[in-house]
């Protein structure tokens, strides 16, 4: 019997996870060692009991007494706290789903890394953050990293059975986000309410304000140069609002190889449950005749500063992905909570990025996750300094 751990279980991909798991069989064919959530114990809980988890750990520390009562008698061990998370990821399974949000995801995925195994990353911010670090401890556990991002996802499946060095173009692409058609005048006074409405993917709140800002386009463009140690001039980003083709791979022949299907997390999920195999999937089919056509169209850097910010970390490296993805969650978390503009997001990630550039070199070849860690503190404390001067602008 295969062994699963999943973190991040009750969010958008945490569940799409669970879905499948369940629909497969639950624990008559996994045994679940860790599943981890946040606040909502209730649905944690009830994940916990139907897959019968060997634990179940919430991130918040006032959170334990409710997930303790919700599991009283059902012999499934319960623990909270960040800490908690880390060590969940000590127990072995041999397929760890990393679907935290933000950089909390990193450092339980760099745990389960340990034990070798398969390493699902739904969690982006690994890759931009600590990519390098990321993916040598990969190697060095004989660890397997499998994409859940979709456009990932279906680059990694266009490479099946190809040659990396023939590969001569990335080409992601991107919904545009709910604020895609908005005139550029009105973009700095978008609502919180109005950057959620996303027109095709269902997902968490931050990665759909992340797609409205093209901050989740940034990040990808970042994972993608990590991942697959392409040069950064290789990868291109191109609007298609159908979210039908979930990225292409240019060839030196002049061959484009592209990914289509429904918008569906499970398509990845399942994927990267799976591989190398393809088992079926409960994803709806495609009916080209009833979509009609698919259309693309260049993005405009003047919308979408992030994409322009995402080119300057990838040429200085490093620890430039730690700096600028802490800094995009800072900006994140004041647009939410109200008093940061929509537009303004990404003058504080660049005030950030120079602020932290001017103090220390992020160019630093030799990285450790320490290192990457103290990046990130350092970048929220220069970032919420940077709010404060980007508001009073
Ligand atoms: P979400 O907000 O729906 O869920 C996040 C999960 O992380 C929840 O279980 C939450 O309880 C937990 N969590 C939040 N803060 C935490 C913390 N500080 N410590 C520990 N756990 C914490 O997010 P999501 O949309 O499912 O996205 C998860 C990850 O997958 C992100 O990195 C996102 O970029 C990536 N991703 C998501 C999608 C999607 O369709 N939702 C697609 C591609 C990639
Ligand atoms: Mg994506």
């Known amino acids: 019997m295969r062994s699963v751990s999943v973190f991040g279980a009750t969010g958008s991909v945490g569940e799409s996870t669970y879905d499948l798991l369940i629909r497969e069989g639950g624990p008559e064919v996994y045994r679940t060692v860790a599943l981890t959530g946040g606040r909502n114990v209730a649905r944690l809980a009830e994940m916990a009991v139907a897959l019968r988890a060997e634990i179940a750990v919430t991130a918040f520390d006032d959170c334990l007494e409710p997930l303790r009562d919700a599991l009283a008698g059902t012999g499934i061990a ?29 450092v339980p995925g760099m745990r389960a890394l340990r034990h070798g195994g398969k390493l699902a990353l739904a ?65 700095a006074g978008a609502t919180m309410a109005e950057a959620l409405a996303h ?54 022949d002049g061959a484009v190889m592209a990914h289509l299907g429904a918008p569906d997390m499970r398509h990845p999920i399942g994927y990267a449950l799976h591989w190398p195999h393809r088992q079926k999937l409960p994803v709806a089919r495609l009916d080209l005749a009833a979509l009609g056509g698919l259309t693309f169209r260049a993005p405009d850097e003047a ?52 602020r932290v550039s001017s103090d220390c070199s992020l160019g630093n070849a030799a990285l450790t996750l320490e290192d990457v860690l103290q990046m990130d503190h350092l970048a929220r404390i220069k970032a919420a300094e940077a709010v404060n001067l980007v508001k009073g602008s």
């Open 303 to 354: 919308r979408f500063p992030a994409l322009r910010l995402a080119r300057e970390v990838m040429e200085v490296r490093g620890l430039a992905g730690a700096a600028f993805n802490a800094a995009k969650e800072v900006a994140l978390d004041h647009f939410i909570a109200g008093g940061l503009g929509f537009m303004q997001m990404a003058a504080v990630v660049e005030a950030t990025l120079n």
């Open 123 to 187: 969690n982006k911010e690994s890759l931009v953050t600590a990519g390098q670090v990321l993916m040598a401890t990969a190697a060095a556990n004989e660890a397997t990293v499998l994409p859940v991002d979709s456009e990932h996802s279906a680059i990694f499946q266009a490479l099946v059975g190809e040659d990396i060095s023939a590969v001569e173009r990335i080409i992601l692409t991107a919904s545009g986000g709910a604020l895609r058609d908005w005139p550029l005048e009105r973009l």
């Open 78 to 106: 319960v623990a909270a706290g960040t800490q908690a998370v880390h060590d969940a990821a000590d127990r072995p399974a041999d397929w760890v789903m990393s679907a935290i949000v933000g950089a909390a995801g990193l």
């Open 199 to 252: 027109p095709n993917w269902s997902m968490g709140a931050r990665i759909t304000i992340d797609s409205a800002s093209m901050f989740n386009k940034a990040l990808e463009v970042i994972e993608t140069r990590e991942f697959f140690g392409v040069d950064p001039n290789q990868i291109e980003v191109i609007i298609h609002p159908e979210s039908i083709i979930h990225s292409m791979v240019g060839f030196r």
